[in-house]
T-cell receptor, first 116, second 114 residues
Framework: DAGVIQSPRHEVTEMGQEVTLRCKPI?????LFWYRQTMMRGLELLIY????????DSGMPEDRFSAKMPNASFSTLKIQPSEPRDSAVYFC??????????????FGPGTRLTVL | AQSVTQLGSHVSVSEGALVLLRCNYS??????LFWYVQYPNQGLQLLLK??????LVKGINGFEAEFKKSETSFHLTKPSAHMSDAAEYFC????????????FGTGTQLKVEL
């Protein structure tokens, strides 16, 4: 398996622009997570889906952030409009139902976002 | 609410020396605990996890961790450090509420010196 795939790996944009980050989870996994990592705040869970349905979006910082999962093999995280404080590494992770509490989350390589 | 505290944001050891990375948890119920490793410019990778089956958990790359309820700890150890172990290590706890929603610690950067 190719693992969790994220694109782009790097994104540089200007303040006010729309940014879309993409994630393809591991085939057969039914949980998908979006995280943000910064030096100041560490690793934060933004939102997660189960069977394509958003379960908990309490970590989404504000209305400028939105996430969708139109099917089991694709998810997007959109920031509109982007701001310099959104600069971070965004990770996508997926896991399978199985034992819901202890199943391993598999992380993608991340998208490094820089907003100028 | 469940959380984890990692003591020491930076740890430096000599190659061949013992590695000890500290993690303490706070939980009102028995937690599920995890250690992840992040190599430079990569995503996180699971090292090991505690699921209440055994208090001493062995993971990949020679790492192990011991769950100590009396100390509310889940410290990560490796008998002999290797240069390739240089990375950032994260302790995490299952936050409950369905699914395997994790809360991560702030991370410990491990440096291995010759």
């Amino acid at each position: 398996d190719a693992g969790v795939i994220q694109s782009p790996r790097h994104e540089v944009t200007e303040m006010g622009q729309e940014v879309t980050l993409r994630c393809k989870p591991i085939s057969g996994h039914d949980y998908l997570f979006w995280y943000r990592q910064t030096m100041m705040r560490g690793l934060e869970l933004l939102i997660y889906f189960n069977n394509n349905v958003p379960i908990d979006d309490s970590g989404m910082p504000e209305d400028r952030f939105s996430a969708k999962m139109p099917n089991a093999s694709f998810s997007t995280l959109k920031i509109q409009p982007s701001e310099p404080r959104d600069s971070a590494v965004y990770f996508c992770a997926s896991s399978s139902q199985g034992d819901r509490v202890t199943d391993t989350q598999y992380f993608g390589p991340g998208t490094r976002l820089t907003v100028l | 609410a469940q959380s984890v505290t990692q003591l020491g944001s930076h740890v430096s050891v000599s190659e061949g020396a013992l590695v000890l990375l500290r993690c303490n948890y706070s939980s009102s119920v028995p937690p599920y605990l995890f250690w992840y490793v992040q190599y430079p410019n990569q995503g996180l990778q699971l090292l090991l996890k505690y699921t209440s089956a055994a208090t001493l958990v062995k993971g990949i790359n020679g790492f192990e961790a011991e769950f100590k309820k009396s100390e509310t700890s889940f410290h990560l150890t490796k008998p002999s450090a290797h240069m390739s172990d240089a990375a950032e290590y994260f302790c995490a706890v299952n936050k409950g509420g369905g699914g395997n929603k994790l809360t991560f610690g702030t991370g410990t950067q491990l440096k291995v010196e010759l």
